[in-house]
């Protein structure tokens, strides 16, 4: 099992940044690629970027290239978010995620292990 803990979240106005973090616990070789996935209300899960285990692999949504980098920092067991930019459409609950394996990156069903969330809130 890997534990995912979220944080980072907050209030912040549009044009500016927030950087989030996700620390992994348990067995965390399992959580070889990691994610980001956010829920706006009323919306679907979408996804958002996604990391591989060394880093060297990197994939976005359209809709933040460009804006945001997802980065990790294996010795911490740790993925961040870093968000710039930011607009009002990124106001969302952001969900730390992983799973083994490349792959598909875009369903929500691909990945075994989730967070609880983090509220990212930006105000026009």
């Known amino acids: 099992q890997v534990q995912l803990s979220e944080s980072g979240g907050g209030l912040v106005q549009a044009g500016g940044s927030l950087r989030l973090s996700c620390a992994a616990s348990?067995?965390?070789?399992?959580?070889?690629?990691m994610a980001w996935f956010r829920q706006a209300p009323g919306k679907e899960r979408e996804f958002v970027a996604a990391?591989?285990?060394?880093?060297?692999?990197?994939y976005y949504a359209d809709s933040v290239k460009g804006r945001f980098t997802i980065s990790r920092d294996n010795a911490k067991n740790t993925v961040y978010l870093q968000m710039n930019s930011l607009k009002p459409e990124d106001t969302a609950v952001y969900y730390c995620?992983?799973?083994?394996?490349?792959?598909?990156?875009?369903?929500?069903?691909?990945?075994?292990?989730w967070g609880q969330g983090t509220q990212v809130t930006v105000s026009s």
């Open positions: 348990g067995r965390t070789r399992s959580s070889s690629v």
């Open positions: 995620v992983a799973k083994t394996g490349w792959g598909t990156l875009r369903r929500t069903y691909e990945y075994d292990y």
């Open positions: 990391i591989s285990w060394s880093g060297g692999r990197t």
